[in-house]
């Protein structure tokens, strides 16, 4: 229940109406959510309604910028079987990335997003992303050893069943030791 900080009536009706906006050149329209108070007549907007229209905001803009949004990154993240966590130990971005670009609390980076893209699209990218990772290899993937020791004679031989990827389009070569003298 909201309180009119004016009048404090509790008298308070919740409405939207729709905004139209330009950003980058383009137009686009959103709902934005407020409050009006029946015995004074001030509209206002509560702490939930700001969060809530910044994030149509933001979820508006990905949309032109072509980023993933709210629902495509979470959705992405569940199919690599990751948590909020473990995901920001994957991919970066700090301890809370996840969570805050799940709530469209703040917008992914260009990079973060072809990075996301790529990993879910390519699971050879995405088992070498766990393997520099810090994060614990889960059972169903293969080792760090594993894939640092494949030639690319192995990843000609893999079936896309395996890993979703043309194996043509990789090649891989193995770690160059360094002689310390």
């Given at each position: 229940?909201?309180?009119?900080?004016?009048?404090?009536?509790?008298?308070?009706?919740?409405?939207?109406?729709?905004?139209?906006?330009?950003?980058?050149?383009?137009?686009?329209?959103?709902?934005?959510?407020?409050?009006?108070?029946?015995?004074?007549?001030?509209?206002?907007?509560?702490?939930?309604?700001?969060?809530a229209?910044?994030?149509?905001?933001?979820?508006?803009?990905?949309?032109?910028?072509?980023?993933?949004?709210?629902?495509?990154?979470?959705?992405?993240?569940?199919?690599?079987?990751?948590?909020?966590?473990?995901?920001?130990?994957?991919?970066?971005?700090?301890?809370?990335?996840?969570?805050?670009?799940?709530?469209?609390?703040?917008?992914?980076?260009?990079?973060?997003?072809?990075?996301?893209r790529?990993?879910?699209?390519?699971?050879?990218?995405?088992?070498k992303?766990?393997?520099?990772?810090?994060?614990?290899?889960?059972?169903?993937?293969?080792?760090?050893?594993?894939?640092?020791?494949?030639?690319?004679h192995?990843?000609?031989?893999?079936?896309?069943?395996?890993?979703?990827?043309?194996?043509?389009?990789?090649?891989?070569?193995?770690?160059?030791?360094?002689l310390?003298?």
């Open positions: 229940m909201s309180v009119c900080n004016k009048c404090n009536s509790i008298d308070v009706v919740h409405a939207s109406e729709v905004e139209l906006n330009t950003y980058k050149g383009t137009e686009y329209s959103i709902n934005i959510d407020y409050s009006t108070c029946n015995s004074c007549y001030r509209e206002f907007l509560t702490k939930p309604q700001i969060i229209n910044e994030a149509k905001v933001r979820e508006a803009r990905k949309e032109i910028d072509g980023l993933l949004s709210a629902e495509a990154l979470k959705a992405i993240r569940k199919s690599l079987n990751l948590s909020q966590a473990d995901a920001s130990i994957v991919f970066g971005g700090g301890q809370n990335a996840f969570s805050k670009y799940e709530r469209s609390e703040v917008t992914q980076s260009q990079a973060m997003d072809k990075l996301l790529l990993a879910s699209s390519d699971r050879y990218i995405y088992r992303l766990l393997g520099h990772s810090s994060l614990a290899i889960k059972s169903h993937f293969i080792s760090s050893v594993e894939i640092s020791n494949l030639s690319a192995n990843v000609e031989n893999w079936t896309n069943s395996q890993f979703s990827i043309p194996s043509a389009t990789h090649e891989i070569s193995k770690p160059r030791l360094k310390v003298a």
